[in-house]
């Protein structure tokens, strides 16, 4: 019975962390295109993604919580966080990260083009970061942080604005408009 026991308990060891998160990096060659390297960070176990764009002063991260149904992105050479809400209708499953990135990063610019988004920012600052869940809060924390409003059927041709723009493993382009981003 002891002998039983110890080997549940070791097989949990080995079986829970790879239940719990996962990783998968995803590098431009030779930075062809401007993106530098992406890494994305999976817990299943909070239900979150973490994409991280290491790409000098145009690096960004986001974070997908799909539990608090919230989407964060902080902009590094903006010195900002912007949130919106999840678009589970853009933004592919917790579960289908891993294939979707593979299956892109194989298919590269000969595959079908990845969805796009577009976000207005509202230019008033977020004081309560708390409602956005405590993975979001903790991103943005200290961070000025405004909400975005995604903009339904939008073309950027027909926007005046500034945009910055985020390739999120080449699945989904996702463009951040308003005067947070002009500056």
């Given at each position: 019975?002891?002998?039983?026991?110890i080997?549940?308990?070791?097989l949990?060891l080995f079986i829970?962390?790879?239940l719990?998160?996962?990783n998968?990096?995803?590098?431009?060659?030779?930075?062809?295109?401007?993106?530098?390297?992406?890494t994305?960070?999976?817990?299943n176990?909070?239900?979150?993604?973490?994409v991280?764009?290491?790409?000098?002063?145009?690096s960004?991260?986001?974070?997908?919580?799909?539990?608090a149904g919230?989407a964060?992105?902080?902009?590094?050479?903006?010195?900002?966080?912007?949130?919106?809400?999840?678009?589970k209708?853009?933004?592919?499953?917790i579960?289908?990260?891993?294939?979707?990135?593979?299956?892109?990063?194989?298919k590269?610019?000969?595959?079908?083009?990845?969805k796009?988004?577009?976000?207005?920012?509202?230019?008033?600052?977020?004081?309560?970061?708390?409602?956005?869940?405590k993975?979001?809060?903790?991103?943005?924390?200290?961070?000025?942080?405004y909400?975005?409003?995604?903009?339904?059927?939008?073309?950027?041709?027909y926007?005046?604005?500034?945009?910055f723009?985020?390739?999120?493993?080449?699945?989904?382009?996702?463009?951040?408009?308003g005067?947070?981003?002009e500056n």
């Amino acid at each position: 019975m002891k002998i039983a026991m110890i080997f549940v308990g070791l097989l949990g060891l080995f079986i829970i962390p790879g239940l719990s998160g996962y990783n998968i990096n995803i590098s431009d060659d030779n930075n062809a295109d401007g993106s530098g390297q992406q890494t994305v960070s999976v817990n299943n176990e909070h239900n979150v993604a973490n994409v991280d764009n290491n790409n000098g002063w145009n690096s960004w991260n986001t974070l997908w919580d799909y539990d608090a149904g919230f989407a964060a992105t902080r902009l590094f050479a903006k010195k900002s966080c912007i949130v919106h809400t999840l678009n589970k209708d853009a933004i592919p499953s917790i579960e289908a990260l891993d294939a979707l990135a593979k299956e892109k990063k194989e298919k590269g610019a000969g595959g079908p083009p990845p969805k796009g988004l577009v976000y207005s920012i509202n230019p008033v600052k977020v004081d309560d970061l708390s409602q956005f869940g405590k993975h979001i809060a903790g991103m943005c924390q200290g961070v000025p942080t405004y909400e975005a409003d995604e903009i339904q059927d939008a073309s950027l041709f027909y926007y005046s604005g500034k945009c910055f723009n985020t390739n999120v493993l080449w699945i989904l382009n996702i463009s951040y408009c308003g005067k947070t981003v002009e500056n």
